[in-house]
């Protein structure tokens, strides 16, 4: 199909889309809509025309360094496959080096690749992380995504303020001990905040075979309310109570969500 059998064919779909809804089509607003959404649908679109190799040419170069390597904050804009509605947010990814490192914008060019085809915010996530991976052949990669969706906000449950976070984890990221100190590393040096629950800080030092999937290390992003105390604590000593085993060890010492809740 040429360009521009493929835009009228688009074109001829939008209006039909338009009549459907109950518009006139003729109408001096929408008589250019149909080219403009189909046009604006093929540039939302345009990663479906990229692949991992020519998005990253030959922007890879030696380097001795095997310290994290970490882009966060990446914007990206991507369509649900489900309603084909918006959803947006930010994008962290790290990497260790073995030997070379990647240009830092072929970072946000693969995410801008996989954010343009109509996704989900999971496989995304785990698209970017093995293209990284395949791309540098690194140690190891972690992809974390902050996201709303639009699909969730302005239909459906309605729940504007909902973030869907998700990550990804390849070699060194996954697995016991020294992987769960690289993705608390990954996670502190993106903004994933501080884990609000014993229960979460377990999840966090889990390999990620124990809780499915890659995802262990999901933390609430940092504009998350930390979980208050609600236990124990005696005002008057300021000593802990009994009870208070959410902040408190055995041998009284406070944990560090306690100082952050308030619970002495
Ligand atoms: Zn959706």
Avoid: N
């Avoid at 969730?152 to 020294?178: C, L």
């Avoid at 979460?200 to 075979?209: F, Q, R």
């Amino acid at each position: 199909m040429t360009e521009a059998e493929r835009l009228a064919r688009m074109s001829d779909a939008v209006r039909t889309l338009l009549e459907c809804l109950g518009e006139d089509v003729s109408r001096e607003g929408l008589v250019k809509t149909p080219q403009r959404m189909a046009k604006a649908l093929l540039a939302c679109t345009a990663g479906y025309h990229e692949t991992v190799e020519s998005v990253v040419k030959d922007a890879l170069f030696e380097c001795t360094s095997e310290e994290m390597v970490v882009v966060r904050d990446i914007d990206c804009f991507s369509m649900c496959e489900h309603h084909v509605l918006p959803w947006f947010g930010k994008v962290h990814i790290a990497y260790l080096p073995a030997g070379r490192v990647l240009g830092l914008s072929k970072l946000a060019r693969l995410t801008d690749m996989y954010a343009k085809r109509l996704q989900i915010q999971e496989r995304f996530t785990q698209q970017i992380a093995e293209a990284v991976q395949a791309a540098t052949g690194a140690l190891g990669v972690a992809v974390r995504a902050d996201c709303t969706h639009m699909c969730m906000t302005m239909r459906g449950v309605e729940k504007p303020g909902a973030i869907t976070t998700t990550s990804h984890f390849t070699g060194a990221f996954r697995g016991g001990d020294a992987s769960a100190a690289l993705r608390v590393e990954f996670l502190l040096r993106t903004g994933g905040g501080v884990v609000a629950t014993p229960a979460g800080a377990a999840a966090l030092l889990m390999p990620p075979a124990a809780v499915g999937g890659g995802v262990a290390g999901v933390a609430p992003p940092a504009s998350l309310p930390v979980a208050a105390c609600t236990a124990g604590s005696d005002p008057d000593s300021g000593r802990a109570g009994d009870s208070c085993s959410s902040c408190h060890a055995a041998d009284g010492s406070v944990a560090p969500v306690a100082a952050a809740s308030g619970c002495r």
